[in-house]
C-alpha cells in the first residue's frame, strides 16, 4: 500500500463506462473503500465517466456539452472524484513485499539482451515534471526550467510497465535526489531494495548500492566498441520502460 503526500491512481481509469468495468472500476467499488456515493441524480459511474472524459480530454469545455452539464457541476464532480482516487490509489498501486524484491521478474529472464547480465534487476524509477496551476505567491517554489509550474513526481515501475510506488506532490525546484530521500524518510513503505537487488535508474540518482545507472555520453549512433558501452547500451535500454510508461500515460491522459 503507498502513502505519500498525494498519491495518484492509473490503473482503474479507461475512456468508456466498458473500459471502466473491465478494469474493475464500477459503482459498487467505487462507493465501498472510498465513500464516492451519488449525488443530486448523478450516479456513482456517470460521475467517473465525467472525470475520465476530463482527463482525457484536450478541452475542459467539451466535457460539459458531452454530458449535459454546467462547468460549475464538472468542477465539483471531478474533485468529488479525484478525493475518492487518492483512496483507491492505496488499493491499486502494490508496493512489491521483501519476497517480491527478491524475485527475479519472469521479462527479464526471457530477454536474451539483459539475462543474466542484469540479474539484480528489480524495477525502473525516474521522476516525471506535471505541470499544475498554483497561486501566485507559490509560482517560485513550483517553477522550473522549462519556465513553467510544475510537481516533481517521483515513480517506480516493473517491466510490465505497471506502478509499484508513487511519491507526488515536491516541489518543481527539488532535485531528484531530495525526491528520493524524502520519499525513504516519509514513507514507512518505501520498497528499498534487497541487499543484492539493484533500482535502474538515470544520473539523476545516486550511484550507490541499491541505485544503478549508466553513464548519458555512451550513445554516439556507432555500435557499442567495448563492454562498457554495451553495458551502457543496454541499461539504457532497460530503462526505458520508465520513459515508455510515462509517455503512454501523457498520450493517453491529457491532463498531465
Known amino acids: ?87 483507491l490509489a492505496c488499493d491499486y498501486i502494490k508496493t512489491p513485499t521483501r519476497q517480491e524484491l527478491h524475485r527475479i521478474p519472469e521479462r527479464l529472464q526471457m530477454d536474451r539482451r539483459y539475462w543474466p547480465y542484469f540479474s539484480g534487476f528489480v524495477v525502473a524509477m525516474d521522476g516525471v515534471h506535471v505541470c499544475i496551476k498554483v497561486k501566485p505567491e507559490l509560482q517560485g517554489l513550483y517553477w522550473n526550467r522549462h519556465d513553467r509550474t510544475s510537481s516533481n513526481i517521483m515513480a517506480i515501475y516493473n517491466l510490465n510497465m505497471l506502478f509499484t510506488f508513487v511519491w507526488n506532490g515536491a516541489l518543481a525546484s527539488c532535485h531528484d535526489i531530495a525526491v528520493l530521500a524524502m520519499a525513504q524518510d516519509g514513507d514507512v513503505a518505501f520498497p528499498r531494495p534487497p541487499r543484492d537487488k539493484y533500482y535502474v535508474v538515470d544520473s539523476g540518482y545516486p550511484n550507490k548500492q541499491g541505485f544503478l545507472y549508466h553513464m548519458s555520453q555512451f550513445y554516439n549512433g556507432t555500435p557499442p566498441s567495448n563492454k562498457q558501452e554495451l553495458f551502457n547500451r543496454c541499461h539504457a535500454s532497460l530503462r526505458s520502460v520508465i520513459k515508455r510508461t510515462f509517455g503512454v500515460r501523457k498520450k493517453k491522459w491529457k491532463i498531465l
Open 1 to 87: 500500500m503507498t502513502r505519500s503526500s498525494g498519491a495518484l491512481s492509473v490503473t482503474w481509469v479507461s475512456v468508456g463506462s466498458r473500459e471502466l468495468q473491465t478494469t474493475g472500476w464500477s459503482s459498487e467499488d467505487a462507493s465501498r473503500p472510498c465513500e464516492l456515493r451519488p449525488s443530486k441524480g448523478l450516479l456513482v459511474r456517470f460521475s467517473g465517466s465525467v472525470v475520465v472524459t476530463a482527463c482525457a480530454s484536450e478541452r475542459w469545455d467539451d466535457v460539459g456539452l458531452r454530458f449535459g452539464r454546467t462547468q460549475e457541476t464538472v468542477n465539483r464532480i471531478f474533485f468529488e472524484v479525484l478525493r475518492a482516487t487518492e483512496l
